[in-house]
């Protein structure tokens, strides 16, 4: 088998942890799979992955060779394309990963313009508020908002973005606006629960150069921004959400902003790459493009 073939083999199983799973990705019998990294091992004379009957994981001299994989693929696909007519023209396949919202609001309605411009490049976009697993799932990069947990990947900070503290006008007819932190007993929230764990977070709000937590009272909860923003809408109560979330809505007059002096700090934006700090063009070229895209929409203070 061809030696770069061996590489993208190689590279599929890392990321999969898995022959079945590579296999599916790259369209392959297992068993070819399976014969091309025992191929590949036996060129360079050593063991690149260690196989047990549910994973498949590289052992060091793998993970080193992994990497140098993806900067050899990477090589190879520029030359093979930079002297071609359409020349420098950049194309492939494109795999993120976006919060559902900033997906809709943002980077769906900006493609086109991006997809006019490099019409070789196809992306498949995965629009979620949970953490995926980008190597196991074979993500080139994602866009996360809020700190960070170590993981091990790269990650490019983009902005920072406001928070505010909104509730619809029909909770604040009800139950009263609440003009300081401590006036939160008397309130509902509508909880947030982490995608990731299921915990209900805190109400937070930044004061004094601190961050200060507080358990506000609730009775329901939701785990997507999409839940969470509609039932403020319905006047469940208050929430805590990234002003461009409810630009809209409060234009609209749907949601009022409270508490305007104990809002929470601001959320860092990143995006996340698996591998080494080489990429190839096409996804270095829309990385740029996401990060200039997502800075401008996201980053300007709430009211501004």
Same mark, same amino acid.
């Given at each position: 088998m061809d030696r770069l073939d061996l590489y993208r083999i190689f590279a599929r199983v890392v990321e999969a942890r898995s022959f079945s799973r590579a296999a599916d990705r790259l369209q392959m019998p297992r068993s070819s @799979?399976?014969?091309? +990294?025992?191929?590949?091992?036996?060129? +360079?004379?050593?063991?690149? @992955?260690?196989?047990?009957t549910r994973? @498949?994981?590289?052992?060091a001299e793998g993970d080193e060779f992994y990497d140098r994989c993806l900067a050899v693929l990477a090589d190879s696909e520029e030359l093979e394309t930079m002297f071609r007519q359409a020349a420098r023209r950049i194309g492939g396949r494109i795999r993120v990963d976006v919060p559902g919202r900033i997906g809709r609001l943002v980077l769906a309605p900006a493609l086109p313009g991006f997809l006019d411009r490099y019409p070789g490049i196809f992306v498949e976009i995965g629009m979620t508020d949970r953490p995926v697993d980008l190597i196991g799932e074979g993500v080139d990069c994602a866009l996360r908002v809020g700190e960070l947990v170590e993981s091990g990947l790269r990650a490019r900070r983009i902005c920072d973005i406001a928070q505010i503290n909104v509730a619809s006008p029909a909770y604040l007819a009800r139950y009263g606006t609440p003009s300081v932190p401590a006036d939160l007993a008397a309130h509902l929230q509508v909880a947030y629960a982490s995608p990731r764990s299921g915990r209900i977070m805190e109400w937070e709000w930044h004061e004094g150069g601190r961050d200060h937590g507080l358990r506000v009272p609730w009775q329901v909860s939701a785990n997507s921004a999409e839940g969470y923003i509609a039932c403020a809408l319905a006047g469940l109560g208050l929430i805590q959400i990234p002003a461009y979330d409810v630009a809209g809505h409060l234009r609209a007059g749907e949601l009022v902003?409270?508490?305007?002096?104990?809002?929470?700090?601001?959320?860092?934006?990143h995006l996340l790459f698996p591998g080494p700090s080489r990429m190839t063009?096409?996804?270095?070229?829309?990385?740029?493009?996401?990060?200039?895209? @997502?800075?401008?929409?996201?980053?300007?203070?709430?009211?501004?």
């Open positions: @799979v399976s014969a091309a +990294i025992a191929e590949l091992e036996a060129r +360079i004379g050593a063991r690149l @992955v260690h196989r047990t994973r @498949v994981a590289p052992t902003e409270v508490l305007p002096e104990a809002r929470p700090a601001p959320m860092p934006v063009r096409r996804l270095a070229v829309f990385a740029d493009w996401l990060a200039d895209l @997502v800075a401008g929409a996201l980053a300007p203070p709430a009211g501004g």
